[in-house]
């Protein structure tokens, strides 16, 4: 604090003789200024005229006393000397503005460095107290450290006592999530394979569907194949009738030809010959067209009948695959829901397995923490107890106490005398002064074995 205090005067003191430097200089300057802007005085011309002497015997009229001439001085020189004073003055004006603005300057630098003079000095005393109060809170770190771990000494027993229980829940806690999680395994494996039956079953169903998809375009390619042919024929049956048509003009022709040179009958006749014949022949290729178109529609037919039967046998080789895949998923749903079924019997049997087993470790750690509980307080109870100056060893009663949640004794009586009043007068004193008892923090425990209960008090046990 001391070192604060004389690093603010110094920085105070340092700011004075700053304050007082500048002064002097803005004086120095504002007289050098005021010497300089002394005006210069004007010249005035004047001329003397001399007069004659005046005898005394010669009167003369008096004359107007003139007056002596005065000169104006020139006006060029006026205003020369005028704008040389204005440029003096200027120039004065300018080299004490310059000499302020250094002055100026000067002081502004050596005031920063007072500033940083000054920030450096706070900035050690802010280390300094910094460091002060950093040790100081080190020390309370320190002094709360060591009264934590006296806290923690004294909370490692009970911590101890209550870390079995806790143990032994935990275990319990991890059984119950290992079950749970053995439950949720069996659960997502369970619709793990139901998602595969359901996709199995998509998949036949898909299958199927493009069994009877092609099916149906073979059965459509068929249908175009057989209207192909059938156009052909049609095409053929028109060509041949056209043919026919030819012909039987042809055979007009030649039988007009053969009307119109009637002169000519052997001409004729073997002109009627060959048409016979040609027409004969027409029938014949007729025929035999209408031979071969209805062998070619049979065939057709017969076709189309294979490829219906063809299309038929897929569609129940489609069918029984559904069955086929159905069956199968259905059983494969079965044997899946069997697993499952099987598996969390097992889970639950598993569980009630563990549930028995913690609450069998509960009820042994009950029965430990209550002996437990019990030897305390007995110790209790034996080193707050005084022996009495007439009392004899190996005397020893039962006692009956009533507690509070916290171990507060609300009542104490003996249930079994030890046959020496003294004595069990100065028991009921020690279970009085040993209040609060050191009972077991486990509520359930406290109200069915603690609230109230009664114990043999031997003092030479222990």
């Known amino acids: 604090m001391d070192k604060k205090r004389f690093s603010r005067s110094l920085v105070l003191a340092l700011a004075l003789h700053i304050g007082i430097l500048l002064l002097l200089v803005v004086n120095s300057l504002f007289k050098q200024s005021t010497k300089e802007a002394t005006p210069a005085p004007e010249i005035i011309n004047a001329t003397i005229v001399e007069e004659s002497p005046v005898r005394p015997d010669v009167k003369e009229k008096p004359k107007s006393v003139q007056k002596p001439e005065v000169t104006k001085p020139d006006e060029n020189v006026i205003e020369a000397s005028k704008a040389a004073a204005e440029k003096a003055e200027a120039a004065k004006a300018q080299a004490l503005a310059e000499k302020a603005e250094a002055a100026k300057a000067q002081a502004t630098a050596e005031k920063a460095e007072a500033s940083k003079a000054k920030a450096a000095a706070e900035k050690v005393e802010a280390a300094k107290a910094q460091a002060v109060a950093e040790k100081a809170e080190a020390a309370k770190a320190q002094a709360a450290a060591e009264k934590a771990e006296a806290a923690k000494t004294k909370a490692a027993q009970e911590k101890a006592e209550a870390a079995k229980a806790q143990a032994a829940a935990e275990k319990a806690e991890a059984t119950k999530a290992k079950a749970a999680a053995e439950k949720a395994e069996a659960t997502k494996a369970k619709a793990a394979a139901e998602k595969a039956e359901t996709a199995k079953a998509k998949a036949a169903a898909e299958k199927a569907e493009a069994a009877k998809a092609k099916a149906v375009a073979e059965k459509a390619e068929a249908n175009k194949i057989k209207a192909a042919a059938e156009k052909a024929e049609a095409t053929k049956a028109k060509a041949a009738a056209e043919k026919v048509e030819a012909n039987k003009a042809k055979a007009a022709a030649e039988k007009a030809e053969a009307a119109?040179?009637?002169?000519?009958?052997?001409?004729?006749?073997?002109?009627?010959?060959?048409?016979?014949?040609?027409?004969?022949?027409?029938?014949?290729?007729?025929?035999?067209?209408?031979?071969?178109?209805?062998?070619?529609?049979?065939?057709?037919?017969?076709?189309?009948?294979?490829?219906?039967?063809?299309?038929?046998?897929?569609?129940?080789?489609?069918?029984?695959?559904a069955a086929r895949a159905k069956a199968e998923a259905e059983a494969e749903i079965a044997r899946a829901k069997a697993a499952a079924e099987k598996a969390e019997a097992e889970a639950k049997a598993r569980v009630a397995e563990e549930k028995a087993a913690a609450a069998k470790a509960r009820a042994a750690a009950l029965e430990d923490e209550f002996q437990k509980a019990k030897d305390a307080i007995q110790l209790k109870t034996n080193r707050s107890w005084i022996r009495p100056p007439s009392s004899r060893s190996g005397l020893k009663c039962t006692i009956r106490v009533k507690l509070m949640s916290d171990g507060t004794v609300i009542d104490a009586d003996i249930v079994t005398p030890s046959g020496d009043d003294i004595f069990d007068e100065s028991a009921l004193n020690a279970v009085n002064k040993a209040s609060p008892l050191p009972v077991p923090k486990d509520k359930d425990l406290f109200a069915k074995k603690f609230r109230s209960f009664s114990f043999l008090f031997d003092p030479d046990r222990g």
């Open 260 to 321: 119109k040179a009637k002169a000519a009958a052997e001409k004729a006749e073997t002109a009627k010959a060959k048409a016979a014949a040609e027409k004969a022949e027409a029938t014949k290729a007729k025929a035999a067209a209408e031979k071969a178109e209805a062998a070619k529609a049979k065939a057709a037919a017969e076709k189309a009948e294979a490829a219906k039967a063809a299309a038929a046998k897929a569609e129940a080789a489609k069918a029984e695959a």
